[in-house]
């Protein structure tokens, strides 16, 4: 069974950058396709960014697009969220997630498999 873990969430200021980490373990990572997901403070849990099992191919929130980069490197089974020019509307608990099911285009939290146990964000302004 796949786990996933993630990393990299601190408390940050508005405009910096930071860069999150998810780990994959106990599973064939590169079959997957991996998406970020984040749950801001009284939200529900929205789409970020997903990641194709190739890494060729990535789909991003509408809102996230141009500032947020999403890739991996299945070699070390992982999938890194480059953050930039984070807003105060970036805080968030944010978690990765995988689905096996072959489908390239996969953004809603219920067709996800795993899931981390999610990282802290907190952008200061």
């Known amino acids: 069974q796949l786990q996933l873990v993630e990393s990299g969430g601190r408390l940050v200021q508005a405009g910096d950058s930071l860069r999150l980490s998810c780990v994959g373990s106990g599973a064939d990572f590169s079959r997957y396709l991996i998406g970020w997901f984040r749950q801001p403070p009284g939200k529900d849990r929205e789409f970020v960014a997903h990641?194709?099992?190739?890494?060729?191919?990535?789909h991003y929130a509408d809102s996230d697009k141009g500032r947020f980069t999403i890739s991996r490197d299945n070699a070390k089974n992982t999938v890194y969220l480059q953050m930039n020019s984070v807003q105060a509307d970036d805080t968030a608990v944010y978690y990765c997630?995988?689905?096996?099911?072959?489908?390239?285009?996969?953004?809603?939290?219920?067709?996800?498999?795993?899931w981390g146990q999610g990282t802290q964000v907190t952008v200061s302004e």
């Open positions: 997630a995988a689905d096996d099911s072959g489908r390239s285009l996969v953004t809603s939290q219920y067709d996800y498999k795993y």
């Open positions: 990641i194709l099992w190739r890494g060729t191919v990535t």
